[in-house]
């Protein structure tokens, strides 16, 4: 195995590319297009489900006669957070209902894009009371709810129908604006790093690959999916030779949380139970035998294409391979050597076959091939011996030679 040379000008220039179109869930098209066309510059071929998740194979390149190696896949999403338009209100602004899992909180002030079926419109997302002027402190007292949220489109609007007018309708989908910075110092701040900084890391891991010629010794499926943020993602589109799935998203940095913003994450649990043991500390093992930064975690609200695929009933192993990052679902920010180490460490995981040997059989007849996770060292128990109970409560004068207890 070789630890390739990142190119992290390609992974910026990609990410911002990313950022650049709108893609929340359920309005990805144009974001499919855009990796369809970065896998052919690469030079890796793919193919499209109907609703449009990418599947890229990267071929491996070993001898022929190895033909039981699985394939491997790993799992980004191109969709993001977003929001829809639930009503027209009499004053012709609109009501909001998120898509995806994110408080409306980081809404509150956010600049948007209202899609319509035949145009486009900007706007603003305000809390209802939003003049300072006219309602004073009780702006800081508004709950924090979806209810409590409009967008005031940049148009003249002054109640329902005009609105209708402009093509406006329940049902149009409202993208915000990621505002994204680079800076010198290398962190990147963005709305939507969830997942576009995963989606660039694994194009980066790809175009390293191919460009080097190093050996890959089983099929690797690069899987971009489109619904993540909704829950399905990955269920639907994990083939039946692969073994192993790795799945790219984002880890939150936060007091209790292991993660951080300068290496890569490894959690060994999500909200979907614990992750595979065997292939989790493979992923470890290639951070610490290549000097790549890491972390260990738990994510207690968090769920992944990873866990996605196992809940639609795939027999695969599973691991999370996360890029650290402060205030996730928000304006979220990471740093670009995380990115790059994500890269290299999916370069060599390419790289590395499958976690166990035995996994290039689809079933085993016996257990004597069957993976151990402990040791017999570890499984061995240390009995303390106890006394005789019978012994403990035998009458006083039983069994004895010698006076009774107090006697003289």
């Known amino acids: 195995m070789e630890k390739l040379k990142i190119d992290a000008d390609y992974l910026k220039t990609t990410l911002l590319e990313l950022l650049a179109i709108p893609s929340p869930a359920g309005l990805t098209d ?15 071929p793919y193919e ?9 194979v990267l071929r491996r390149n070993i001898p022929e006669r190895r033909k039981n190696m699985p394939a491997c896949a790993i799992v980004a999403h191109l969709d ?6 639930r009503e027209i209100k009499p004053s012709g602004r609109l009501a909001l209902s998120p898509i995806g899992t994110w408080s409306s909180r980081w809404a509150e002030g956010g600049r948007v894009t209202l899609f319509t079926e035949h145009g486009r419109h900007r706007g603003s997302v305000l809390p209802l009371m939003a003049a300072g002027h006219v309602y004073n402190e009780a702006i800081d007292t508004q709950p924090v709810t979806w209810d409590q949220v409009e967008v005031r489109v940049d148009e003249t609007i002054d109640n329902a129908d005009d609105a209708r007018a402009l093509g406006i309708q329940v049902g149009d989908y409202v993208a915000f604006d990621p505002t994204p910075e680079l800076l010198e110092n290398g962190f990147i701040v963005s709305r939507y790093l969830d997942d576009k900084a995963g989606v660039a890391a694994v194009l980066a891991a790809l175009k390293a690959v191919v460009d080097s010629g190093v050996t890959v010794p089983m099929d690797c499926h690069a899987v971009f999916t489109i619904t993540e943020e909704v829950g399905s993602g990955a269920r639907a589109v994990i083939e039946s030779d692969v073994s192993e799935v790795i799945g790219i998203d984002i880890a939150p940095v936060a007091p209790g949380q292991g993660s951080r913003e300068h290496g890569v994450t490894i959690p060994l649990m999500d909200s979907a139970g614990p992750h595979d043991y065997h292939l989790t500390r ?8 290549h000097g790549i930064p890491s972390y260990r975690d738990v994510f207690r609200f968090y769920h992944s294409d ?43 995981y390419v790289q590395s076959g499958p976690a166990r040997s035995e996994d290039r059989q689809r079933r085993l007849d016996s257990v004597d091939e069957f993976s151990h996770q402990l040791d017999a060292n570890q499984l061995e128990r240390s009995d303390t011996p106890l006394p005789d109970a019978g012994e403990l409560v035998q009458p006083p004068d039983e069994g004895r030679t010698g006076g009774t207890r107090g006697e003289e």
Do not use: N, P, W
């Open 30 to 44: 144009a974001v499919v297009h855009y990796t369809g066309t970065q896998l052919d510059a690469i030079g890796v």
């Open 48 to 56: 499209l489900t109907r609703r449009g998740t990418i599947r890229a």
């Open 80 to 85: 993001t957070l977003g929001a829809m338009v």
């Open 282 to 289: 493979r992923m470890l093992k290639l951070c610490d035998d």
């Open 306 to 348: 990873a866990g996605a695929a196992v809940s639609a009933g795939h027999d695969v192993r599973t691991a999370l391979v996360c890029f650290g990052t402060d205030a996730t679902h928000g304006y979220e920010r990471t740093h670009l050597s995380v990115l790059v180490h994500l890269a290299e460490l999916l370069a060599l």
